[in-house]
């Protein structure tokens, strides 16, 4: 088992950035798979970005390419850049246990609790 606890979210005016982090408890993170979801009000779950175990490999949803970067050490981060208000949602970490990078939320095993991200125009 693992636990996932994400920080980093809050309120940021478009163009602005910031910085999500995400802890892992229990068994070794880097054992994992990681990604970011998100989740808006009314929306399905969508995929954000993912890394390698070994962080050598990284890929990101078209919508955020070039403006979010993932990258993890012991934490997995997602930094945001330029910011948009459609980037308004919940954050959510995720792991799982195969190397592939892998986009549909149910082919993540574990799950944090979510961080909120609101980006006011």
């Known amino acids: 088992q693992v636990q996932l606890v994400e920080s980093g979210g809050g309120l940021v005016q478009a163009g602005g950035s910031l910085r999500l982090s995400c802890a892992a408890s229990?068994?070794?993170?880097?054992?994992?798979?990681m990604g970011w979801f998100r989740q808006a009000p009314g929306k399905e779950r969508e995929f954000v970005a993912a890394?390698?175990?070994?962080?050598d490999n990284t890929y990101y949803a078209d919508s955020v390419k070039g403006r979010f970067t993932i990258s993890r050490d012991i934490t997995v981060y997602l930094q945001m850049n330029s910011l948009k208000p459609e980037d308004t949602a919940v954050y959510y970490c995720?792991?799982?246990?195969?190397?592939?990078?892998?986009?549909?939320?149910?082919?993540?095993?574990?799950w944090g609790q979510g961080t909120q991200v609101t980006v006011s125009s």
């Open positions: 890394i390698s175990r070994s962080g």
């Open positions: 229990g068994r070794t993170d880097s054992r994992y798979t």
């Open positions: 995720s792991a799982r246990s195969m190397p592939a990078l892998l986009t549909r939320p149910r082919d993540y095993n574990y």
